[in-house]
């Protein structure tokens, strides 16, 4: 019975952490943009070379 005391008190604190840390995470733009980076990562075109695309004259 004597650890409910320290028990509720913990867990209050660390539910109010848990909201700190999520209202953080929402003000800060965590959450904004969730699908650009996986379509960034479809898209990288960065090492395709157009010289190299281009059929041989004969």
């Keep these: 019975m004597e650890s409910l005391y320290l028990l509720i008190p913990?867990?209050?604190?660390v539910a109010f952490l848990i909201g700190v840390i999520?209202?953080?995470?929402?003000?800060s733009g965590q959450f904004d943009d969730l699908e650009g980076p996986s379509h960034?990562?479809?898209?990288?075109?960065?090492?395709?070379?157009?010289?190299d695309e281009t059929p041989p004259a004969s």
């Design 40 to 51: 960034r990562i479809l898209m990288d075109d960065d090492g395709i070379d157009d010289s």
């Design 10 to 13: 913990l867990s209050i604190a």
């Design 22 to 27: 999520f209202w953080w995470a929402t003000r």
